[in-house]
């Protein structure tokens, strides 16, 4: 997951060497989007019937791949490519992975179980900016040796990918493999529907950080330390690991609406910071933003994988992050849009005010209606 968001502290870079507007920066980010949400669709639920480790060492080949466009970049072509890739490895990666670890954690464990996925999920997503924004700062060949150290990590990923124990198996004969689409199993929609909008919102707040935080930092104020950059993403993530924790205390059922409105506060505090243009104010609203979406995006996971039958678990976790991703990547290609006109601060605050009413829409129905837990 960490090569995912590699090349968000090098946007900047590219866009010098390249030169193309944040409008292209947007759009290069939501095709890694689209890319996540095509693999969700159509290999959502591979898992559940070719096996997991053989899906997660595809991802990892996918991954390699991306990287390698990277490095060889000659072009916005390249570009584009290299995130489709990373988007399909990442798609691959998010319900697979999450799957597998579940199905090795005895029933006891659950919970434990999807805070390490979700942890390990977003805390590759937080490391990726924070490792390339140090290396493209203090090493030499800053479009480079980031991607050629993913390249000796996925090594190592793919060793212990090979030595895990296989969690699928089939008896009397393994069922066709077919695309499994956005199905949600009758017994789990009445907790996929307020849990995936409470991960939409949440994930939204991520898409602002990832895509257009690098922008305003630099045009707005003044940052140009590309590890500077790579820490304030990487706090967003950080603090989102920390509010799966902090779920963990209170139970999914209460932690959804808490989540949200720790988010919505937080997204006020960011609102506020673009307003004034401060970096300290923004950083405090990325750590509580990020918190609040932890809580809510661990406790609808765990409400959705504990619902969800064994045998379609991986299609169900898979629907659930088709629909999380969907966040992350349609408001903020409208960001991108609104850049032309408005520029990064303007566009960013109408972001911002657009997110909270969602935030607080969302907190407001799960509040009223929580969903079923088993």
Do not use: K
């Amino acid at each position: 997951m960490m090569g995912t968001t590699l090349p968000t502290p090098l946007y900047g870079l590219y866009r010098e060497r390249i030169g193309f507007s944040e409008l292209i920066v947007t759009v290069v980010f939501a095709v890694y989007a689209v890319g996540v949400i095509v693999a969700l669709l159509l290999a959502g639920g591979a898992s559940d019937v070719l096996g997991r480790r053989p899906v997660l060492v595809v991802a990892l080949v996918l991954s390699a791949l991306s990287a390698l466009c990277f490095l060889l970049e000659g072009g916005l072509p390249l570009l584009y490519l290299g995130r489709v890739l990373s988007g399909f490895s990442a798609g691959l990666f998010s319900g697979t992975g999450t799957a597998a670890v579940l199905d090795l954690a005895p029933p006891e464990r659950r919970g434990r179980a999807a805070l390490a996925a979700t942890a390990a999920n977003m805390g590759g997503l937080g490391l990726g900016p924070l490792v390339s924004g140090l290396l493209a700062q203090y090493a030499p060949r800053p479009l480079i040796l980031p991607f050629l150290v993913h390249l000796c990590l996925l090594a190592v990923a793919l060793v212990v990918t090979l030595l895990l124990t296989e969690t699928v198996h089939h008896e009397g004969g393994r069922p066709p493999l077919r695309p499994q689409g956005m199905r949600v199993p009758p017994e789990v929609r009445g907790v996929f529907g307020p849990c995936a909008l409470a991960a939409f919102a949440g994930f939204s707040l991520l898409g602002l950080f990832t895509a257009v935080a690098p922008a305003f930092l630099t045009e707005t104020l003044g940052e140009h330390n590309l590890a500077v950059t790579g820490a304030v993403v990487f706090s967003v993530f950080c603090a989102s690991t920390g509010g799966q924790l902090l779920m963990g205390r209170i139970g999914a059922r209460a932690a959804l609406p808490w989540g949200c409105a720790v988010l919505a506060a937080g997204l006020i505090l960011v609102g506020a910071s673009l307003l004034v243009e401060s970096l300290p104010l923004l950083l405090v609203g990325a750590l509580t933003g990020g918190a609040g979406q932890g809580m809510a995006f661990r406790a609808g996971l765990t409400a959705v994988g504990a619902a969800a039958p064994e045998e379609h678990r991986g299609a169900t976790i898979s629907a659930f992050f088709v629909v999380a991703y969907l966040g992350i990547s349609l408001p903020v290609v409208g960001v991108g849009a609104l850049t032309v006109g408005l520029g990064v601060r303007g566009a960013a605050m109408v972001f911002t005010a657009c997110a909270i009413v969602l935030v607080v829409a969302v907190g407001t129905r799960v509040r009223l209606h929580p969903p079923r837990t088993p």
